[in-house]
């Protein structure tokens, strides 16, 4: 199975610009997603690379680069509601289940 | 179009004691999965479903029995409470690229 790692907590000031990086250990799977998730609630979707490069939605962006086993969420203009948990998730090839990653805490400050 | 419903909201159990987490998609989606999540912590898969008739365990099944009679409701049993199944509970349903999850089911055993 795959695994997917994180880290665990990060800090950006309100306005920033904030890198949350996932790295897998997994050889063939379909895309790479990712979800916010804020205390309290349930995950929601935020973005999908099905390809290598660069995917963008407002102020959130995705990036992958199956060579380098690597993906990162980039949150731009940092806004106090962004301060939630994030997670990369993917489906490997062969296996039918969805992994998540470990998650990250952000925490958006003044 | 109410997306994934999943009922009850809350529940307190005493150790021992049985019940079923319902949930239920509207989405047509053949995926299905459920997910606990313990303070601070990630994802863990419990079991998923890749169609009517079709189940298969996750990272930490034991304790937990689930069917899919159908495509809209993928119900989660637990057999005999502990309290290390204290926590939330998320059944999710999706595509490879977009998992849909439901409001959750905050689980207390005592």
């Known amino acids: 199975g795959q695994s997917l790692e994180q880290p665990s907590e990060v800090t950006a000031v309100e306005g920033a610009i904030v890198q949350i990086n996932c790295t897998y250990q997994?050889?063939?799977?379909?895309?790479l997603s990712w979800y916010q998730q804020h205390d309290g609630g349930a995950p929601t979707f935020l973005s999908y690379n099905a390809l290598d490069g660069l995917e963008e939605t407002g102020r959130f962006s995705s990036f992958l680069s199956r060579s380098d086993s690597y993906g990162y969420l980039l949150l731009q203009e940092l806004q106090m509601k962004d301060s939630a948990s994030y997670f990369c998730?993917?489906?490997?090839?062969?296996?039918?289940?969805?992994?998540f990653g470990t998650g990250t805490k952000l925490q958006v400050i003044p | 179009n109410a997306g994934v419903t999943q009922t009850p909201k809350f529940q307190v159990l005493k150790t021992g004691q049985s019940m079923t987490l319902q949930c239920a998609q509207d989405m047509n989606h053949e995926y299905m999965s459920w997910y606990r999540q313990d303070p601070g912590m990630g994802l863990r898969l419990i079991h998923y479903?890749?169609?009517?008739?079709?189940?298969d365990q996750g990272e930490v099944p034991n304790g937990y029995n689930v069917s899919r009679s159908t495509t809209e409701d993928f119900p989660l049993r637990l057999l005999s409470a502990a309290p290390s199944q204290t926590s939330v509970y998320f059944c999710a349903s999706g595509t490879i690229e977009t998992q849909y999850f439901g409001p959750g089911t905050r689980l207390l055993v005592l």
């Open positions: 479903s890749v169609g009517a008739g079709i189940t």
């Open positions: 998730a993917l489906k490997e090839r062969g296996y039918q289940k969805v992994t």
């Open positions: 997994t050889s063939g799977f379909y895309g």
